[in-house]
């Protein structure tokens, strides 16, 4: 499979983003999905996951309030909402897709990973 991630770019503090990941060469509809985000010089820390059908999500308290994780299985794509950003979610954001049905916080669960989108956000 061939995650892309878009949507990222530079926002101001408060403000909101929309991360896309499609899919390619497998359908999103047979795994569960994932954001994780690494900053520079931090190690790759895990945002939010979804189930393959959508109905369960799981977020990083970091985010929780904050961020919204989606799925569309009919256009193969997920999304991750970012509302009321602040500087320390700058990172690059990357999407994960796992061969299971159930969500899961573990970079070492997800086997597909997209190269990333940069979101900074500026105080």
């Known amino acids: 499979a061939q995650l892309v991630e878009s949507g990222g770019g530079l926002v101001q503090a408060g403000g909101s983003l929309r991360l896309s990941c499609a899919a390619s060469?497998?359908?999103?509809?047979?795994?569960?999905m994932g954001w994780f985000r690494q900053a520079p010089e931090k190690e790759r820390t895990f945002v939010a996951s979804?189930?393959?059908?959508?109905?369960?999500?799981i977020y990083a308290d970091s985010v929780k309030g904050r961020f919204t994780i989606s799925r569309d299985n009919a256009k193969n794509t997920i999304y991750l909402q970012m509302n009321d950003l602040k500087p320390e979610d700058t990172a690059v954001y990357y999407c994960?897709?796992?061969?299971?049905?159930?969500?899961?916080?573990?970079?070492?669960?997800?086997?597909?990973w997209g190269q990333g989108t940069q979101v900074t956000v500026s105080s």
């Open positions: 994960a897709l796992r061969r299971a049905l159930t969500v899961n916080d573990q970079p070492r669960e997800y086997e597909y």
């Open positions: 979804i189930s393959r059908s959508g109905s369960i999500t």
């Open positions: 060469g497998r359908t999103l509809g047979s795994s569960a």
